[in-house]
């Protein structure tokens, strides 16, 4: 079988073509033709002084890659598969204190202490406090009148932010904070927003010093909430501050810019395919935050880095060589997804890969994000069943992130 044509310089991970769409015909292409392809760069574009990468596109691939650290690793290159060109290599290196850029056995033990807070009774303590917000959210959107309001921030980025608040007891008068820092980390590519990599890495830097203050005032004066778990002893397994504050940082990213993606793509898609909208309205299917999941797959890649020659899918890898793996194609994959381009919330099953495709990196949070996705539309459907599309959404420059900035609606 020929290899698929692309355009000269095509890269999956260039800014301006992620601001514009998630390229499903290239990835179509790619999963039939040719599942893993050596993806060229010029120079130092996505800031590891390399040649390229390899670009994983089936859904077996991408979870084989996922399952074994021992050949694919986190920590090497760090999870981002592009930075940019100015950044400095101390600055990569620098991430990999974050859980999402570290491998076993480290990271099995630091994941080990985190999961304390996640746990299914961790959850359901938080439920019906969550759903209280939930409703609330949307009440206040819809008071907005009859005119048009931002879905983003009037709706689809306070759940995630008030559940993180609740989970590790930030005061939500401060989740404004914490979603402003979340923005300036991973917005670095968006002109818009015209943040530079130093401001990045200063929000950063203030999230980590927020969470550090935090810890050290728990473990001087304990509370009945997850940061005391976690942080109460460090010598009988607990988080050190440093670490503790690392991971309030993946949860700022992890935690809130995802699900609020998750929310915002899923309500477009909702009203793009209303049949969709009067049937979830109607039954309520539990399967529906899986699906929007997978069809809004907020993280449309991470990487890996081989730690030894391997092969993949009948291509030679070699130790040093940069794997992507996009779970943007592997959740559109025709050998796993029946009609996988159409969107069904009773989907079932939905071995989807938008909270990773298994192992040591799955999603800590996916019980919470499962949980928040379904509040926040049985919110909607309940308050505002008529909502309609004012606008297209405006979408997030970025290399691997499927973000929308903007998303106008009327509450009907």
Known sequence: MHCPALPDGFDFTDPDLLQRHVPLPEFAALRQAEPVRWIPQSGNVAGFQDEGYWAVTRHADVKYVSTHPELFSSYLNTAIIRFNERIERSSIDAQRFILLNMDPPEHTRVRQIVQRGFTPRAIRGLEERLRARAVDIVERAREQGGGSFDFVTSVASELPLQAIAELIGIPQDDRAKIFEWSNKMIAYDDPEYAITAEVGQQSAAEV?????????????????????????????????????????????????????????????????????????????????????????????????????????????????????????????????????????????????????????????????????????????????????????????????????????????
């Open 208 to 412: 980590i010093a927020y969470a550090m203050n935090m810890a050290a005032e728990r473990k001087q004066c304990p509370a009945q909430d997850i940061v005391s778990t976690l942080v109460a002893a460090e010598n009988e397994g607990n988080l050190n501050s440093d670490e503790f504050g690392f991971f309030v940082l993946m949860l700022a990213v992890a935690g809130n810019e995802t699900t609020r993606n998750a929310t915002t793509h899923g309500m477009h898609a909702f009203l793009t395919h209303p049949e969709q909208w009067e049937l979830y309205k109607r039954e309520r299917p539990d399967t529906a935050a899986e699906e929007v999941v997978r069809w809004a797959t907020p993280v449309v890649a991470f990487q890996r880095t081989a730690t030894q020659d391997t092969e993949l899918g009948g291509k030679p890898i070699r130790k040093g060589d940069r794997v992507g793996i996009f779970y943007a194609s592997a959740n559109r994959d025709p050998e796993v997804f029946e009609n996988p381009d159409s969107f069904d919330v009773t989907r079932d099953p939905n071995p989807h890969l938008g909270f990773g495709g298994g192992g040591p990196h799955f999603c800590l949070g996916k019980s919470l994000a499962v949980l928040e996705i379904n509040l926040i539309f049985n919110a909607i459907a309940d308050a505002m069943p008529g909502m309609t599309l004012v606008g297209d959404p405006r979408r997030l420059r970025s290399a691997w992130i499927n973000g929308v900035k903007e998303l106008r609606v009327s509450a009907g």
